[in-house]
């Protein structure tokens, strides 16, 4: 087994929502695919938001029949390995971190004076960021709410610097 197919199955943040909100498809995978899944139909094309229920323990459930746009997703990762910029234990503990930072994040998501509606950590962080536009004194104050943001900025840091995808 590949390196790179080694480093996906570790991390999956692409399906899984971490990383990405959703999938676009074209016209020609809609027939195809919604076999396979539920998919939302806009004009000739469509789309379906993450995480993928074709994602589990072992992988893509559809890696031979995923759409296009999954095929051509370029992770930020698997480019510094190809590169020889970082190796196959750095990239698993870049992961792990990730996977930590995000899992302390959701945790405090819990402390909101509101529930976020996403389903997807990508859209979870963007939901946050517009409630943030708001300024509300009450919210912004408060230690909690102040070790929340230093969070997102830290992990943003890493979806940058590691997969080459920024939240805000």
Not at 26 to 42: A, C, H, T, V, W
Not at 84 to 94: I, M, N, T, V
Not at 117 to 139: A, G, M, R
């Amino acid at each position: 087994m590949s390196e790179s197919l080694n480093i996906c199955l570790s991390c999956g943040f692409c399906c899984d929502g971490s990383l990405i909100g959703f999938v676009e498809l074209s016209g020609e995978e809609l027939p195809r695919l919604r076999k396979l899944m539920d998919i939302e139909q806009f004009d000739e094309s469509g789309f379906f938001f993450l995480p993928c229920k074709n994602l589990g323990g072992d992988g893509c459930k559809i890696y031979s029949q995923r759409p296009r746009q999954c095929g051509r997703f370029e992770c930020g990762m698997l480019k510094s390995i190809e590169k020889k910029e970082l190796d196959f234990d750095s990239a698993l503990e870049e992961i792990k971190v990730f996977k930590q930072k995000k899992i302390a994040i959701e945790k405090q998501f819990g402390i909101l004076p509101f529930k976020l509606k996403s389903q997807s950590f990508y859209f979870k962080i963007l939901e946050l960021k517009k409630w943030l536009q708001k300024d509300d004194p009450e919210v912004v104050m408060t230690q909690n709410f102040s070790d929340l943001l230093s969070e997102l900025e830290e992990i943003n840091h890493l979806a940058l610097k590691s997969f080459g995808i920024s939240y805000l």
